[in-house]
């Protein structure tokens, strides 16, 4: 049985620019996290939660034999709620959902991550978004053909949406 200390903790599982764990932690309140790195098969990451200057956020999609890399933080539920906000959950930009993750110790870990409302094909990154899953991802020290993988994303450049 858990203790109420136990029940006030929840893992996220960050795939996107929270990797960045000081742009995560500005976000929450809180530096030092606990965390652990950890994928998710069968899904891939997209670009396809739409912005408002027509480029995409991240988003995770099911896709059967590929795999989303990410950082599972270790965090209150109030800081959960605070992060919904930058999320934009209250206004319908993403939801939050469970899934389960594998973490780097190969146990599955219950955690909690976000998903795209109204997902939308065809949009890319902006450069200085995609550089704090490249920092999260290198920081974290995820597969390198992964990290090159966010390297070589081709991203926004601007015009016309």
Sequence with gaps: ?????????????????NM????????????????KVGFMRDYRLTFDKPAGDGS?????????GETVYGVLYRLTRDELKRL??????????????????????GSI???????ACNPCEGLKPRRDYLQH?????????L????VEKLRKTP???????
């Design 20 to 35: 960045d764990s000081k742009r995560l932690e500005c976000r929450i309140g809180r530096q030092n996290l606990e965390w």
């Design 84 to 105: 919904d906000r930058y999320e934009g959950v209250p206004t319908g930009h993403y939801y939050r959902g469970k899934v389960e993750v594998v973490a780097c110790d």
């Design 143 to 146: 597969p390198d053909e992964y």
């Design 1 to 17: 049985m858990k203790d109420n200390n136990e029940e006030q903790f929840v893992w996220y599982f960050a795939y996107g620019s």
């Design 133 to 141: 899953l490249v920092y999260g991802a290198e920081k974290h020290k």
């Design 155 to 161: 991203t926004f450049e601007g015009g016309e949406c």
């Design 109 to 115: 870990v219950e955690a909690e991550t976000y998903f």
């Design 56 to 64: 995409g956020y991240a988003n995770i999609q099911p896709c059967q």
